[in-house]
C-alpha cells in the first residue's frame, strides 16, 4: 500500500525559509519520480517541483525556479523540499504525490497518490 507522509509545514515571515519532508512506503523510490505540489485557497492545484528517483534530476514550476530545491535519499525513503525567499504567495497546503511515473516529464498531470498535506502560511 502506498503512503506519503509529509511533515515541516508552519509559519515563516516573507524571506524566509523552510523545509518540507515526504516519508514514502509502499513502492521503491528509487525507481520512482516522486513531487511536490500546492494548493492554495480557491486555487488550481500546482505542481511545485518534481525529482526523479533513478538520478536525482530535478524538474521546477517557473514560480519557484531559484527559491525551491526538491532532493531525494532513496535509502531513508524521503524526499525534501527546500524552501528559501518566501512570499505570501507561497502560503498553501503542500501536499507529496506520486503517481507510478519514473519520469517528471508529466508530473503536472498526476493524479494518483497523495499525502494529507502539511500547511504553509507565509506572513509577517
Known amino acids: 500500500q502506498v503512503q506519503l507522509v509529509e511533515s515541516g509545514g508552519g509559519l515563516v515571515q516573507p524571506g524566509g525559509s523552510l523545509t518540507l519532508s515526504c516519508t514514502v512506503s509502499?513502492?521503491?523510490?528509487?525507481?520512482?519520480?516522486v513531487g511536490w505540489f500546492r494548493r492554495a485557497p480557491a486555487k488550481e492545484r500546482e505542481g511545485v517541483a518534481c525529482?526523479?528517483?533513478?538520478?536525482?534530476?530535478?524538474t521546477y514550476a517557473d514560480s519557484v525556479k531559484g527559491r525551491f530545491t526538491i532532493s531525494r535519499d532513496n535509502a531513508a525513503n524521503t524526499i525534501q523540499l527546500q524552501m528559501s525567499s518566501l512570499k505570501p504567495e507561497d502560503t498553501a497546503v503542500y501536499y507529496c504525490g506520486f503517481d507510478w511515473d519514473s519520469a517528471c516529464s508529466q508530473y503536472q498531470l498526476w493524479d494518483g497518490n497523495w499525502g494529507r498535506g502539511t500547511q504553509v502560511n507565509v506572513s509577517s
Open positions: 509502499g513502492f521503491i523510490l528509487e525507481y520512482f519520480a
Open positions: 525529482v526523479v528517483g533513478s538520478d536525482g534530476s530535478a
